[in-house]
């Protein structure tokens, strides 16, 4: 909520330049996570892994998974796959892993059978 001075003035004014520092804070914080999450690729070197993951039936099964996987930090791009019954993972080596990403889809009622792919 913005603070209003009671007078236009210049030290009313001044004021209110000093006091959102906090909010300053979070914004820089804010910005330091993105950067890290989305940087471009060209900064980092991305690995992409294409998971088998049974017992996926229907829309949520796959929208439960990918968010799973999505809440991981280093995350990039997750898409699924109901027909093939396939999790394709782009994440960033230096803030997740391959068995990060494993485990948090195990801990699930889904289940990771096999790596298909690993680049």
Known sequence: MPIKPEKTSLGACAANLRRPR????????????????????????????????????????????????NELNGILQTDMSLANGTATVTYNPDLTGKDQIVSAINETHYKVTSVLAET
């Open 22 to 69: 906090l909010k300053n804070r979070v914004k820089i914080l804010t910005l330091a996570f993105l950067l890290t999450k989305y940087l471009p690729a060209k900064y980092m070197n991305p690995q992409k892994i294409v998971l088998k993951v049974e017992t996926m039936t229907c829309n949520h099964c796959t929208n439960f998974v990918k968010n799973t996987i």
